[in-house]
């Protein structure tokens, strides 16, 4: 008899183990999401507290907030910005995503002349640090009247998460087996078949993950977001930034209440897509 | 290249089409509606004159006037007024300035300069001269201590030492402490105005103990110390607090009203400030141990005293509020206020010189006629004794002599009396366009020594020399 | 639906196969030429002129005069030896612990969902969030590390005190955050290795070493070299985290070229300075990321 171990099944034993090293790399996330829950004598407690009585005050203070003493509570208009970042992160990331494919599909399967120079180039506008190119990208900006608009921050999302999505989706498709697109066509298939029916179903995983990274960096972008946001187009991430170095240095409780209510939106999308990310790259049984 | 063009006017069109169906074009400016934008850090001297200004702001001209400010985060305020201002986008009418900022911002064209509208106005006149010297001289001139006049204060600043009365007026301490020192611990703001830096020192030592030590009437639940004040390479946060040991042994920074004779070398390392430099690294060894770090800035400090960590620190005035307030702070019913410690002269007296801090705001270049005057009436609001009076009972600092003469202002929060005091020994740090260049390898050097990287000399000599060359470059030293 | 009719004119022309892969493309092409390329372009102009945004001064061509200036300035060569010490050390780190966290998930197990999502959470966060809370952590009165460091030597511990634990802070604090970007990487690789490959291994009682070389790693290649890729590019920029922990302080010893640049650029006004920086450091990740791309192409040849 060989000793056969079940390979890519484990038990309990080993959820167990599993869990406490996700434990060890979640803690600092669980801190700070207990910080929210914490006053702020709680928070700088010596030695640190982690049990202590839970205070919703950090999350009222999220809604509204009193400014100057004495005066009556004032809306922070959070609700707004929440709106604002769910709507400019999801449409920017499904436009990249549906732009991305297309080019992807191209670059993987219609190589133009000086491909992966194309590639490369697309791939050099994310090499520069933003801080140079955000003069120029605020002039342009406002000679178009983008400024301020949806349409302007949605439209540089966009651009931005683009090369990061066309690599990856391209790296997808090129791990795809290309015999069965070249069956399907024999068969008389048409390309917009072959690319909806054969191609896409099989890179959902690709999809998904990029979706999920391409959500991940648009959902917490600060610099363009405080540079080229107006008042009404304003995402929480800008929010954040008002917790830090006002009369009292951070306000880590106040912080705290806006990163975890701000990690739900990701969380849930992430957890939803997690069965594709998982499923991986199972195609078919020949590769190339 | 024509094809691209039309494809970028296409572009235009169609954005700007988008742009109006998402309502966002700027709002049109009739002669009865006037909106003054004015970029604001987010904090509360802010907040109140927003407040204030809904509530009982009319413009004198009959016209519909509203002044609507933009909070930015402190931490970003810079960038975004940076941004804002080198990119044209011409989007403010007013603007909070750090007073460093002004020969940035002059020179590149952004603030006004406002001689001919005071030389018009005997009210504005009258303002100017009711205004504290030493605001007058850091907010509104440049060149520096100059007639051209360009800001006026939002919320005039100055450090101040916060301390704990119910140790410092503990008997068992006080006696602990004179049979140690000799001296007595300061209690009352009258004592404070007899601190040098020697019984700085002294109070530190003494109130250095172990997590379990006896303190005060009770027990350190962790460990204690005596003294903090500022060591952190966060923007201008070390240089604050050492400009004031330069100016206080006699040495100083490179004289931007002395251009072009005026030097950096030998005057930035000359030995006063070397002398001033090692005080100040010597004193900060009996702070908490962040200051290891190079990091314990005045948020930093200010959280160590708010949660009873050390006796007494050198921090703003206007941070003075979360002190007070339960909800942040563990002594707030155990705090008092007095002036700073400064170095006793030959003769016995206490020199104190200290760097301002606080805000101007100024008005903006591209603004009409008529937005100008509307501006200025909102100035003239703002510094109305009204006004003032009721930013000072909400925590807000007033630069008018005559509202600070008050009896009763000492009494609006108590800081008052110690800010008051402080302000004849303000001085400030430069205001050319090359301030930040300065600033920024100076607090890099400063930090070097206060982490132990360098000695005092060697990094005032680093200093010394870089400034002389960015000066030379920019022709401030022949 | 097989052999539709192919339209005629110009929508013929244009959607004929030869012209398929530039038509596909041309979306993207567009996006990123009106928000990337002009930009670029922009700056690239301005490096080559004397123009400071807070001086009236009419800009004059200086020509190569900043690439020099920039080359001859030791300050940059002190900044690229850091950010080189911080990405090699932080992609580093990533790739081993994104590695380990996926050997860690390749099998199903109980809970494995939820586990799995706690530690994808690190990544999710902002900047401002790592970098506020990370200070916090270190701060030596109320930080957890000093607390725990604390409690075996009795006295409190300052990661930031000196140049190198400084630098270990700022690589620890990146590379929590991005791992979990790996792992998810190296993870889509893995389960996607067909299990009969894994068996035959084992029937063949192949050693664990050979059987990752020959089964598992030509799964995970590509989506690893993508990992190192995007990581190396993207921690090349590192500004946020190290401004909020540190300030590039101890002194200058954990300051970044993306720190320098911010500073000539916003602080300093030297913004020709500043662009003729940026493309410098542009072109070194151009060349570093050719000889990367072509080592791999070189290795996988071999293979």
Redesign the interface.
């Known amino acids: 008899m060989l000793r056969r171990r079940q390979i890519g099944k484990a038990g309990w034993g080993w959820s167990l183990f599993a869990g406490v090293i996700s434990l060890i790399y979640f803690f600092p996330v669980l801190w700070i999401i207990l910080t929210a829950f914490k006053t702020r004598a709680d928070t700088l407690a010596t030695p640190p507290k982690l049990f202590f009585t839970p205070t919703l005050d950090n999350f009222v203070s999220v809604f509204s907030r009193t400014m100057v003493g004495g005066q009556e509570a004032i809306d922070t208009g959070f609700g707004l910005f929440f709106f604002n970042s769910i709507f400019i992160a999801g449409t920017s990331v499904l436009l990249a995503l549906i732009i991305g494919t297309l080019a992807a599909y191209g670059f993987s399967r219609y190589p133009l002349r000086g491909n992966d120079t194309y590639l490369f180039i697309i791939l050099t506008t994310r090499m520069l640090p933003p801080i140079v190119v955000i003069i120029p990208i605020f002039l342009m900006f406002r000679i178009t009247g983008l400024s301020g608009t949806y349409f302007g921050i949605i439209l540089l999302y966009t651009a931005f998460n683009l090369p990061f999505s066309i690599w990856m989706i391209k790296s997808f498709f090129d791990e795809l087996n290309r015999e069965v697109e070249d069956a399907a066509r024999m068969d008389g298939s048409s390309e917009r078949r072959v690319f909806f029916r054969i191609s896409l179903p099989q890179v959902t995983a690709g999809l998904a993950a990029t979706a999920v990274f391409a959500l991940i960096l648009t959902w917490n972008e600060f610099l363009f977001a405080l540079l080229l946001t107006g008042t009404e187009t304003r995402t929480v991430p800008v929010a954040m930034g008002r917790t830090i170095g006002g009369e009292i240095g951070v306000d880590y409780g106040l912080l705290g209440a806006i990163v975890s209510l701000f990690l739900i939106p990701v969380f849930v999308v992430t957890f939803a897509l997690q069965n594709q990310l998982l499923r991986g790259v199972t195609f078919g049984t020949i590769r190339k | 290249m024509q094809f691209v063009k039309s494809t970028c006017l296409a572009i235009a069109a169609g954005a700007a089409t988008l742009a109006l169906s998402a309502g966002a074009l700027p709002k049109v400016v009739s002669a009865e509606e006037i909106v003054i934008r004015m970029a604001a850090p987010d904090w509360p001297p802010t907040r109140f004159m927003q407040e204030e200004a809904n509530r009982s702001y009319k413009a004198p001209s009959g016209n519909d006037v509203r002044l609507e400010l933009d909070f930015i985060p402190w931490g970003n305020f810079y960038e975004r007024v940076a941004a804002s201002l080198t990119s044209g986008e011409q989007k403010y009418q007013m603007i909070v300035t750090d007073s460093q900022w002004l020969g940035s911002f002059i020179e590149g064209g952004y603030y006004m300069k406002l001689n001919k509208f005071i030389d018009a106005d005997p009210e504005l006149q009258a303002l100017m001269e009711d205004l504290h010297p030493a605001l007058v001289a850091a907010y509104s001139t440049y060149p520096h201590k100059s007639e051209n006049y360009y800001g006026f204060p939002q919320m005039p600043d100055t450090m101040v030492t916060w301390y704990r009365k119910d140790l410092f007026c503990n008997d068992a301490e006080r006696a602990a402490f004179k049979e140690t020192f000799g001296g007595t611990l300061p209690c009352s703001y009258e004592d404070w105005e007899n601190v040098d830096w020697k019984a700085w020192e002294n109070i530190g030592n003494h109130f250095r103990r172990a997590k379990g030590d006896k303190l005060g009437d009770g027990v350190a639940d962790d460990d204690f110390y005596g003294v903090a004040y500022q060591a952190s390479k966060t923007y201008d946060f070390s240089t604050m607090q050492i400009n004031a040991f330069f100016w206080q042994w006699g040495g100083g920074i490179w004289d931007e009203t002395k251009e072009p004779e005026g030097k950096a070398i030998g005057v930035v390392n000359s030995d006063a400030n070397v002398a001033g430099f090692e005080r100040y690294l010597d004193l900060l060894k009996l702070a908490p141990p962040a200051y290891k770090t190079g990091q314990m800035g005045i948020f930093e400090i200010q959280d160590l005293f708010m949660q009873g960590k050390v006796g007494a620190i050198i921090d703003w005035v206007g941070l003075g509020e979360p002190v007070l307030d339960p909800k942040t702070s563990q002594v707030s019913d155990k705090v008092a206020f007095g002036v700073t410690p400064g170095k006793r002269g030959s003769d016995g007296k206490i020199e104190r010189w200290a760097n301002i801090g606080g805000q101007p705001f100024v008005l903006t270049t591209w603004n009409s006629d008529t937005v100008n005057q509307e501006a200025l009436d909102i100035v003239k609001w703002w510094l109305s004794e009204d006004t003032q009076i009721k930013f000072a009972k909400n925590g807000g600092q007033s630069g008018l002599k005559s509202v600070m003469a008050m009896d009763e202002y000492k009494t609006f929060r108590p800081w008052n009396q110690a800010h008051v005091a402080m302000l004849p020994w303000q001085r400030d740090v430069w205001h050319i366009p090359e301030f930040f260049e300065l600033l920024t390898q100076q607090q890099e050097e400063f930090d070097k020594a206060i982490t132990g990287q360098k000695s005092a000399r060697e990094a005032l000599d680093a200093v010394a020399t870089f400034q002389d060359d960015i000066l030379r470059e920019a022709e401030r030293i022949e | ?4 009719t192919e339209p005629q004119g110009f929508v013929g022309w244009l959607l004929s ?1 030869e012209r ?6 041309a ?3 567009f ?2 030429f ?7 372009m ?2 690239f102009g301005l490096s080559f002129f004397n123009y400071r ?4 001064t009419v800009p004059s061509f200086r020509g190569l005069y900043y690439y020099e200036r920039v080359l001859t300035d030791p300050v940059v060569w002190e900044r690229f030896q850091t950010t080189a010490i911080i990405v090699g050390s932080s992609v580093l780190l990533q790739l081993i612990v994104g590695f380990l ?1 996926a050997l ?10 939820i ?15 790592v970098g ?11 930080g ?1 590390l ?2 725990f460091v604390s409690v075996f030597t009795g006295e ?1 511990y ?1 990661i ?4 190198t634990s ?1 630098l270990i802070g700022i690589v620890v604090a990146d590379a ?1 955050m991005w791992s979990p ?1 790996v792992m ?2 190296v ?6 290795v ?2 009969y490959l ?2 035959a291994a ?2 063949d009682r192949a050693s664990w070493w050979r059987r990752f070389r020959t089964i598992t790693f030509p ?1 995970i290649k ?2 690893l070299l ?1 990992a190192v ?2 990581r190396t ?2 921690t ?2 590192l ?2 985290i190290v401004y909020l922990i ?7 010893s954990t300051e970044t ?2 720190v320098y ?3 000539l ?5 030297r ?1 020709s300075q ?2 003729a920086l ?1 493309y410098i ?2 072109f070194v ?2 060349v570093l ?2 000889l990367y791309l072509y080592g791999v192409q070189r290795r996988s040849q071999e293979l």
């Open positions: 639906m097989s052999h539709p196969p398929r892969g530039a038509l596909l493309v979306p993207a092409i996006v990123l009106v928000m990337n390329i002009f930009p670029l922009w700056s945004a807070n001086r009236l966290l860690l998930f390749e099998r199903a197990f109980p809970g494995r969902r586990l799995l999502m706690l530690v994808l959470t690190p990544m999710m966060l902002s900047f401002v969030a506020v809370f990370f200070k916090l952590f270190y701060e030596p009165t109320f957890l000093s607390q409190p300052a930031l005190a000196t140049p400084a929590w970007f998810l990487l993870l889509a690789g893995l389960v996607s067909p299990k894994y068996e084992e029937i799964y590509s989506l993508l890729l995007f590019i993207e090349f920029k500004f946020d540190t300030e590039g302080g101890p002194g200058s070229i993306a640049v911010y500073r650029a916003f602080q300093f006004f913004t500043a662009s940026a450091l542009l990740v151009i990321t050719n």
